[in-house]
């Protein structure tokens, strides 16, 4: 068997998240399809980060195994060949690359990154509709960012995760939760080596109630404290969430 590394990116409006489902609407579904509409083999895509629901990605990374008789698919050639049977899907590979057999997108990834973006303004957006979370009033930046730095650190986060999360433990280490402007837009950047289920769609959640003035910056971290998932704000949507990039050990980046 040779194992590829893959790099992809997609509009993740139309998709049921990155997870195979049974009525074949995830990411993951139709990366296989394409496969086997390639070269007639089936194979599994592996991938570092099970986004949700109308979540994209910019640099979601895959692994996969071709058996050794399909060895003629180059790394160029496979990204060809699935960005061909891809289309006109919102999916594309955009890097591909022979891994280690011991390589795992999943558990060999040291660091994800996300980004969420806020448009904050009065006019709906007419070219990004689902690509932000439309907010239709400013909202106050510093108070955001000085919530955000409460979150930063390994902490319980309980209540900012889903009832729904299977991780054995509502530990995580944040290393990064920045909130910036750029004209009528809010970009908060989120890094950790892992994230709960909703992890950053809660917080951003909670920054933009702060934002808005219906909570004063102690009031979220006391939340954090408090670990009790009902002091929750409401999650952010998931259009306005990317995962933009997902880091490896030097050993094993390309």
Request: hydrophobic letters at 40%.
């Amino acid at each position: 068997m040779t194992r590829y590394r893959l790099t992809i990116e997609y509009d993740g409006t139309p998709y049921t998240g990155w997870q195979s489902q049974r009525e074949g609407t995830g990411v993951q579904d139709a990366l296989s399809a394409a496969l086997e509409n390639l070269s007639g083999a089936r194979a599994v895509f592996f991938g570092a980060g099970r986004t949700d629901t109308g979540v994209h990605a910019r640099g979601q990374v895959a692994h996969l195994d071709i058996a050794d008789d399909s060895a003629a698919w180059t790394p160029d050639k496979l990204m060809a060949g699935l960005n061909y049977h891809l289309k006109p899907q919102p999916v594309a590979v955009i890097a591909a690359a022979i891994a280690p057999d011991d390589f795992d997108a999943r558990f060999s990834a040291i660091a994800r990154h996300y980004q969420y973006r806020i448009l904050a303004r009065r006019a709906v957006p007419a070219l990004d509709r689902q690509r932000v979370w439309f907010v239709p009033q400013k909202l106050d930046l510093a108070p955001m960012q000085a919530a955000a730095k409460q979150f930063i650190g390994k902490h319980d986060f309980t209540t900012f995760r889903s009832v729904q999360c299977q991780a054995k433990s509502p530990v995580k280490t944040l290393s990064q939760l920045d909130v910036a402007a750029h004209g009528d837009e809010i970009i908060v950047s989120a890094s950790a080596r892992s994230f709960l289920h909703n992890q950053v769609r809660s917080l951003v959640g909670a920054l933009k109630h702060v934002g808005e003035g219906k909570w004063h910056v102690d009031e979220a971290g006391a939340a954090l404290q408090a670990c009790d998932r009902t002091l929750c704000p409401p999650v952010a949507p998931a259009c306005g969430l990317t995962l933009m990039q997902v880091d490896y050990p030097p050993a094993v980046s390309p």
